[in-house]
């Protein structure tokens, strides 16, 4: 069997300014929730001079986000990536130089 979300308002409700905005936000957050549906987040340490390798081995959904750390030598590195990609991934990028590798759940991605 198979299902699907759909969020559905009377001609009223989608009148009021109000109400048809408040609908909107439950639209976005409902499809915040299914585009994270198996994903995951991923952080992670890296040297600076490991970084391309480590960045070579890392699929994004879009690109990592990279943050110097306070240590000037050594970068942040977070991104989105599938679930099922991780249980592989994660020991290539240990291999790359990556350190201190996170891996947490989403509820929403909001694009």
């Given amino acids: 069997m198979s299902s699907n979300t759909q969020l ?60 110097q750390l306070s240590d000037p030598e050594w970068v942040a590195v977070n991104t989105i990536l599938e679930e099922l990609t991780v249980r592989n991934l994660i020991p290539r990028l240990k291999a790359a130089g990556a350190q201190g590798i996170v891996e947490y759940p989403l509820n929403k991605i909001v694009m």
């Fill in 8 to 67: 559905i308002a009377n001609n009223a409700s989608w009148a009021d300014p109000w109400k048809q905005q408040k609908l909107q936000d439950i639209r976005l957050l409902l499809d915040g929730a299914i585009a994270a549906l198996g994903k995951v987040g991923l952080m992670l340490n890296v040297r600076k001079a490991d970084l391309d390798r480590v960045l070579a081995t890392l699929p994004a959904l879009k690109n990592p986000t990279i943050s």
